[in-house]
């Protein structure tokens, strides 16, 4: 049994200490305003951006897990986040072991390039910058941490494809515009299946791309959508080749690590959203 600490218990923090909770791990949640009861995790209120609640967490960890959604988009935002908050977690816990919780954003790709964990990670927007600046900071102060990089998270709750893809949106159809994607589910089994291997004593990279095996372009996947839920087809939106985020995102580092996706392409994880959900229309 390990003693896990999860900064940033929203959704997916929460459902990850579920998860190891259930595994009989000891599970403390940090969260600036947590449930009043919650009897399977330890949570502590906190503040990592003031560093307000810190004192009172128990520094004897064996993982941390840094899941955390800046208030806002703005500078200062992902500034509190990724920079002061970061650096007051760092000043607490300078020994312990991190999974950081990272965006495929960190790449400039534009042209539907293949990336990886070796592709160059140069973004150009500065929210993305304060993210990849974050990445290589936890590197330098322990080379044992790992950065997971998780492209856009769709589930339920997460549904804004779906209600575009029923309006019949305009979208980009020539050259492909690929957007990549991983179901929530997944994003929980991939950070539960890294401690597992870490715990079980394997060498982990320090990079770990976290998308399903379809990279597909968002024609496809509005039209797609459209048909399930019987919804006019989108209409063509002519523009020029480069597109902000146009990459395709390559799992297999994490596949050959033996993880198996739950949820490989956007068919299997929305259909289950439209059928359960009552979407279609």
């Known amino acids: 049994?390990?003693?896990?600490?999860?900064?940033?218990?929203g959704d997916l923090g929460t459902r990850l200490a579920h998860v190891l909770s259930d595994k009989g791990h000891q599970v403390t949640g940090l969260k600036r305003h947590p449930p009043s009861h919650e009897g399977r995790i330890n949570y502590v209120a906190a503040d990592i951006a003031s560093g307000t609640g810190l004192d009172a967490m128990d520094m004897d960890f064996d993982q941390l897990f840094f899941i955390v959604t800046p208030d806002g988009r703005s500078e200062s935002d992902y500034r509190a986040i990724y920079e002061t908050g970061l650096n007051n977690l760092l000043a607490k816990l300078p020994e312990c072991p991190w999974i950081f919780v990272s965006s495929t954003s960190v790449y400039a790709q534009s042209r539907g390039e293949w990336v990886d964990e070796d592709s160059p990670a140069e973004p150009q927007t500065v929210t993305s910058q304060l993210i990849r600046k974050a990445e290589q900071r936890l590197i330098e102060s322990n080379p044992d941490n790992i950065i997971v990089r998780f492209s856009g998270i769709y589930g339920p709750g997460r549904e804004s494809l779906l209600r575009m893809a029923a309006q019949s949106p305009a979208i980009q159809k020539e050259p492909p515009y690929f957007t990549n994607r991983i179901h929530q589910q997944d994003c929980v089994g991939v950070l539960a299946f890294l401690l597992e291997q870490r715990l079980a004593g394997r060498k982990l990279e320090p990079c770990y791309l976290a998308s399903d095996d379809d990279p597909a372009p968002l024609w496809n996947v509005v039209s797609?959508?459209?048909?399930r839920m019987h919804c006019p087809s989108p209409v063509v939106k002519t523009v020029g080749t480069d597109a902000v985020m146009n990459k395709r995102c390559s799992n297999r580092r994490l596949k050959d690590l033996g993880y198996q996706f739950r949820y490989p392409d956007f068919t299997k994880g929305y259909a289950e959203l439209i059928d359960k959900g009552g979407l279609a229309l």
């Open 224 to 227: 797609w959508l459209a048909e």
């Open 1 to 9: 049994m390990a003693n896990i600490a999860i900064v940033g218990c």
